[in-house]
Structures are given as structure tokens and as C-alpha cells.
């Protein structure tokens, strides 16, 4: 989620997860030999922050990530443009109390405040102060009509905007609806947007977020390039990959729901209709970076300088310019004008921006473009989206996704989390909350003993035994796949 409306004054949340978010992982260190006994399916926030809590507990998990680098929905480019890109998240948010901030290694990795302002341009001018005022007390104005009908009814936000914004309608749509929510605010859930946690500090990583990231899941025991098809969750865990096969006791799926409600990942027996109605409800919307190289400076802008624009209709966008001191500007499109514009590719999408810059700063802006280029998320296969915000009349399916989907498997990631929904942060929490789950359920380590022998008088809320269902996950390790399982695991390191 990007930088939306720093000024908002929403209501704060106290996060009722933050007790739980405490307690980070000492050390991202390999676990020792011995069968596996947490399969993490997936290693962005979630699932990286999922390890780092099992690795500290010394417990045997292997994650497995389908593409070729870790980070997911939070990546840093660094060959496009010759300075860091981060292709998804980038603003991290409330730093004071961000999960990932905290754990930040000292050395390499540079983290600084973003700027409090915006600056909206009206035309080719930018906007006086009177009409900023205007234009944030539209936002508080909407923002509060929001919150105050999530507390009698789930509907559509659009429903709940108040009608006398004037010329500032369109722009609030876009900075509350497609910027915020990634979704049109007639398709978001006003109880959903009511409960996001208010996000009005931030801050920037030199690096860029997704080298922040990928350095916390160094030395981790990561599996890029593994796409799974399938988890089984009869009798233990089978996952199935493009690389054979792993058994595990326990499994963190933290694919995003879009890859589980197109059928990316199967589930045997297959979800229940709560379960996939609730993935359904939790579907991403769409958000992308245009990324260009403005060479010079010609809009003369300061560092990380956040641009908006008074806009008569939803084909409009956001710009973070100069991102940390570079000459690399990022124009960001989003909700249902965001998704046909992807849908029409790169360089649809790439002249929609140059036409908008030259909309705002004058054509001559046109010969200052060096390298270009744009994401597009909603075509890539492990995410298809940007992330989540739930549909009207969905107030109970986040929680929904907090619950275990088998007694064996939890889900975790940015859509498992109520109120920090759409962030690195959020899924951080969400992916240390299923570790803790999991380990709970794996009880006390006790060395020497059998992994399963602890849980064999136990039978699970199905009536299976557990002892017969141990003597099918011990059968079905010995089938699976001899790379997980010889001896230690093997650490592999993120491949870029
Ligand atoms: C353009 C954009 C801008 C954003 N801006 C911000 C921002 O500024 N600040 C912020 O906090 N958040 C932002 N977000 C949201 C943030 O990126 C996500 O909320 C967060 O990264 C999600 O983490 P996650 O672990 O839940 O999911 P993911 O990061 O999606 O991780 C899931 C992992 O599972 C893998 N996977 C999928 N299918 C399979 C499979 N079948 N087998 C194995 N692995 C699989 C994926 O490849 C991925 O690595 C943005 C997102 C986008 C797209």
C-alpha cells in the first residue's frame, strides 16, 4: 500500500495483535537435521518472518518460494534502473513500531523519514493553501463519514461519501479508493477501510524495502524456484512442487488470495465454501509503479517529493519523485482504471504516464525521460494483485483467514491481518502469528524423541488417530523427495 493521505486523521487502532508481534526472532539461523516439521509455502513478509520464528525456536521448517528470489509483493530492483526499484511495496509504514524496522541490521541498510507533505498540482500549477485545506478536509471529512457507518453498517465506501465534495470528488475518490484500498471505493468494504490502522508516519529504505527484506531472510532455509501445486493435508502434510514432493507435520500457506482462489494452490481436501468464500471476499485489487528516469531534475522537485493531482475523473495517478535523492520517479495507478491500463500492457501504460507528467509540468518534461519501465502486477503469476481489501459486506472474513485451514495448516500473510492489511508490516505480524500457532501445536522440542511421539495419545477434532496418521506422514517422508530430507537442509541463499 503506498503512501496514502499522511495527513489522514482516521481514528488510531490499537493493535490488538501488538503483544503478540513482540518477541522477534534472535537469530535467522538453518534448523538442525531430522524430518521437517514446518513447510512454509511462500517467502515474502509473511513467510520470512513465518522462518526467522521457527529458526529461533530451533524447529525443522523448509520454506518453499516459486519464483527466483525472495520477498514477494516486496522486491528491490537494481539492474533496471541502476539505483533500487522497489516494483511493490516501498513506504514502510508507522517505523516506530514496525515489526520490520525493528529487526533492520545496522549495517547496509538505510532507513530515513518520508516526508510529512504532498503536493497536489491543479493544472500546470500547483495548489495554493487554501485549496491544500480544502482538499485535506475533504479527505478527514470522508474518511470520518467512513468510520462513522462501519460502525452500523458493512457497505460500500462510495456510499458513505459525503455529496458536497465539490471538484475535490474525483481526487478523493482516487487517494482513498485505488491509492489506499487498491480498488475503486465502490468496491471496498467500509467496515474494512473503517478498521485499517491509521498509517501517518513513514518511512523510506536507501536500499530499497525489498533488499530490507531479503536481507532479514538471509541465511534462512529458503527454496526459490519451487512453485507448489497441491497441499495434502491428510494424514500430516504433502506438499507437492515442481521439485518432488515434501512431508511435513505441520504447513504456513502465505500465497495471496488471488493464487489461491484461481486455483494457483490446491488444497486436499479440497477448502471448504467458508474458506474460499473467505479468499474470494479478501481478493487483491490492482496497483502498479510507471517507473521513469527523469534526467536533470527538469520538474524541480526535492527528494522523495509526493505529487498528486486534482483530477476531473478516476484516469489519474500519484507520483514519488526523486526517490531517495535518485533520478528514478515513481507514477502509480490503481483500482479499475489501474487494471485495464495493465491489461493493455507496458507501453499503454507507459504513455498514459509521460502524457499525465506532461499534463501536469508541460510537454517539454517529454524530452527529459531516460529508461522506462512499469510493473504489472496483477499479470504475475505467484501474486495477481496488489493486495488485498475486502469486499462490501465481508466484516468477518479477515478473521476468517486468522483461523486454521485444517488442524495442520494456518494462512498467513497481508490479507490475515485486520488491521494492517495491504503492508509489509502486517504481514510480518501475520506470519510470526502462525509460527506462534504452530509451534503451540508442535509442543515443547524434546530432543531425541521422536518429533510425533509427543502428540500419539492425542486425537485430532476429524476422530484420525494420531499415531496412525504419524505412521502415514513417517510413510510418506520416506516416498518424498530425498533433497528435503537428506540430513541437514541445505541453506540456500535468495538467487537474484
Ligand atoms: C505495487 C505495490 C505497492 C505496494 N506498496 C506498499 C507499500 O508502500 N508499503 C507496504 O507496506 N505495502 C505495500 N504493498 C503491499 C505489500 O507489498 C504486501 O502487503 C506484502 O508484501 C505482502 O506480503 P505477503 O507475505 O503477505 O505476500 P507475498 O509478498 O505475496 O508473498 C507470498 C509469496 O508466495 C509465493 N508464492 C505464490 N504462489 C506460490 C506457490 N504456488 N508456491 C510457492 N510459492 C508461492 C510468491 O511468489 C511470494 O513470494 C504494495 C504492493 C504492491 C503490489
Known amino acids: 500500500m503506498p503512501g496514502k ?3 489522514l486523521s482516521r481514528r488510531s487502532f490499537l493493535a490488538a495483535s501488538a503483544a503478540l508481534a513482540a518477541r522477534p526472532a534472535s537469530a535467522a539461523t538453518a534448523p538442525s537435521s531430522g524430518p521437517v516439521e ?6 515474502g513478509a509473511a513467510g520470512i518472518a513465518a522462518a526467522r520464528r521457527l529458526a529461533a525456536a530451533e524447529r525443522r521448517y523448509v520454506v518453499i518460494e516459486a519464483t527466483d528470489h525472495i520477498g514477494g509483493r516486496c522486491v528491490t530492483d537494481v539492474t533496471s534502473f541502476g539505483v ?3 516494483r511493490g511495496a516501498h513506504w514502510i509504514y508507522l517505523p516506530d513500531t514496525n515489526p520490520v524496522t525493528k529487526l533492520t541490521p545496522v549495517r547496509g541498510i538505510d532507513i530515513y523519514p518520508a516526508p510529512q507533505s504532498q503536493k497536489v498540482r491543479i493544472g500546470l500549477r500547483y495548489a495554493r493553501e487554501g485549496e491544500l485545506e480544502d482538499f485535506l478536509t475533504a479527505q478527514v471529512r470522508t474518511t470520518r463519514a467512513i468510520d462513522e457507518v462501519a460502525r452500523k453498517t458493512d457497505i460500500p465506501c462510495v456510499q458513505a461519501v459525503p455529496p458536497d465534495l465539490g471538484d475535490w470528488r474525483a481526487t478523493i475518490d482516487f487517494v482513498l479508493g485505488p491509492y489506499f484500498c487498491a480498488k475503486d471505493l465502490a468496491q471496498v468494504s467500509s467496515f474494512d477501510f473503517a478498521h485499517a490502522r491509521e498509517r501517518n508516519a513513514a518511512a523510506f529504505c536507501k536500499q530499497g524495502f525489498g533488499a530490507l527484506l531479503t536481507a532479514l531472510g538471509q541465511g534462512l532455509n529458503i527454496h526459490p524456484a519451487t512453485p507448489a501445486t497441491t497441499v495434502d493435508t491428510r494424514g500430516g502434510i504433502t506438499v507437492e512442487t515442481a521439485k518432488g514432493t515434501i512431508a511435513a507435520r505441520t504447513a504456513i500457506v502465505t500465497v495471496p488470495t488471488n493464487v489461491v482462489s484461481s486455483g494457483g494452490l490446491k488444497f486436499s481436501p479440497e477448502l471448504g465454501h467458508h474458506q474460499i468464500d473467505a479468499f474470494g471476499r479478501m481478493s487483491l485489487g490492482s496497483y502498479d509503479h510507471i517507473a521513469l528516469e527523469l534526467l536533470g531534475n527538469p520538474l524541480g522537485l526535492e527528494s522523495d517529493d509526493l505529487v498528486l493531482q486534482k483530477s476531473t475523473d478516476t484516469h489519474t495517478a ?13 507514477i502509480d495507478i490503481g483500482g479499475a482504471f489501474g487494471r485495464d491500463l495493465s491489461a493493455q500492457g507496458e507501453a499503454a501504460m507507459i504513455d498514459f504516464a509521460v502524457n499525465w507528467l506532461a499534463g501536469l509540468f508541460g510537454s517539454e518534461v517529454k524530452s527529459a525521460i531516460g529508461r522506462k519501465h512499469a510493473t504489472r502486477w496483477d499479470a504475475e503469476p505467484y501474486a495477481l494483485g496488489a493486495w488485498s481489501a475486502a469486499v462490501p459486506g465481508s466484516q468477518f472474513a479477515r478473521r476468517q483467514l486468522l483461523e486454521p485451514i485444517a488442524d495442520n495448516v494456518w ?8 488491521t494492517l492489511w495491504g503492508t509489509v508490516g ?9 509460527a506462534d500457532a504452530v509451534l503451540a ?15 500419539s495419545k492425542k486425537r485430532t477434532p476429524g476422530g484420525e488417530h494420531v499415531e496412525r496418521r504419524a505412521r502415514r506422514y513417517e510413510e510418506r517422508r520416506q516416498e518424498a523427495s530425498p533433497q528435503y530430507f537428506g540430513g541437514t537442509p541445505t541453506i540456500m541463499a535468495p538467487e537474484r
Not at 318 to 330: I, P, Q, R, W
Not at 426 to 434: K, L, N, P
Not at 441 to 455: D, T, W
Open 411 to 418: 494462512y498467513a500473510g497481508e490479507a490475515a491481518h485486520e
Open 426 to 434: 502486517g504481514a510480518w505480524e501475520s506470519g510470526e502469528r502462525a
Open 38 to 43: 514446518v513447510v512454509i509455502v511462500g517467502a
Open 318 to 330: 500519484a507520483m514519488l519523485a526523486n526517490v531517495s535523492g535518485t533520478e528514478l520517479c515513481l
Open 84 to 86: 533500487p526499484f522497489d
Open 441 to 455: 501445536h508442535l509442543g515443547p522440542m524434546r530432543p531425541g524423541a521422536p518429533a510425533l511421539a509427543e502428540e
Open 5 to 7: 493521505a499522511l495527513q
